[in-house]
């Protein structure tokens, strides 16, 4: 009787184990970063950017090469996050002003200056990897299927938001952006005209967003204001209450 009692508490104790981890695995899966912008959430499979993932973003239009939209972008969603953020780099031309006026002050952003791309992804791994990080940045060129399929692994295992700036020194390189990878999703940000006022002036930043690719979900077309003071984005003033020309849904293949 003992060795059946036993026995009958091994099984359960088993079957706790595996259902503590699968409760797990789905409380990741629901862990997501909401923009707070409902038409932008809705988009996104389970309301919002997803921890525990790798997501991608460009400059689109005069954009493209510099990428500085895409920055303040990436810039304002990592300002949402709690905790530490690394942000690896080659280019050392980051305007860091810019980007504490999205919300990323100085105190929580560690960089890591690096030589080459090889160590840009290395360094990247490694810090999504040790967790506990509010967000890591990184910003690259290229990012082959295979790279971006261990960095996609590394931010599973530890639930961290890996973030990609694709930034390229010519028009030519930016094809590679077309190329298929493990994010879970890909952005495009380009500049428009800043936002009408009703007297002369300068309105709030505008951009279009792009969200080009998102596993299991449905693309789109934003224009939004840009980033405020604590990292917050929302639909254009001016067509907000115009769906059709503030958000263009289209299938992903």
């Known amino acids: 009787m003992t060795t059946s009692v036993a026995t009958s508490n091994a099984v359960l104790d088993e079957l706790r184990e595996k259902i503590a981890s699968l409760e797990g695995a ?7 970063l909401p923009f707070g912008v409902g038409e932008i959430d809705a988009q996104l499979p389970g309301g919002g950017l997803a921890f525990g993932a790798l997501h991608e973003v460009a400059g689109g239009g ?6 500085a939209a895409a920055a303040l972008f990436i810039g304002g969603i990592a300002a949402r996050t ?6 690896c780099l080659t280019r050392f031309d980051l305007f860091f002003p ?3 006026q999205v919300g990323l002050h100085p105190d929580r952003v560690i960089f890591v200056e690096c030589d080459k791309e090889e160590t840009v992804l290395a360094s990247f791994e490694e810090a999504l990897r040790y967790g506990g990080l509010g967000a ?8 082959p299927m295979t790279a971006s399929r261990r960095l996609q692994l590394a931010a599973e295992k530890s639930g961290t938001l890996g973030l990609v700036i694709r930034r390229w020194r ?5 094809s590679d952006f077309g190329m298929p990878t493990a994010a879970v999703t890909r952005w495009r940000i380009s500049v428009l005209p800043s936002e009408p006022l009703p007297v002369p002036g300068v309105g709030r930043a ?5 969200l080009m690719r998102v596993r299991a979900g449905e693309g789109g077309e934003f224009i939004i204001g840009a980033c405020d003071g604590k990292g917050r984005i929302c639909l254009s003033s001016d067509t907000a209450d115009r769906p059709d020309q503030a958000r263009r849904s289209f299938a992903i293949s």
Do not use: F, H, P, Y
Request: hydrophobic share 50%.
């Open 26 to 32: 789905g409380s990741r899966r629901r862990s997501v």
């Open 62 to 67: 005069n954009d493209a090469i510099d990428g």
């Open 82 to 87: 709690t905790g530490k953020v690394v942000w």
């Open 98 to 100: 810019a980007l504490a």
């Open 136 to 143: 890591v940045v990184a910003e690259l060129v290229r990012l």
């Open 170 to 174: 010519r028009q030519t390189e930016a």
């Open 206 to 210: 505008r951009w279009l967003a792009e």
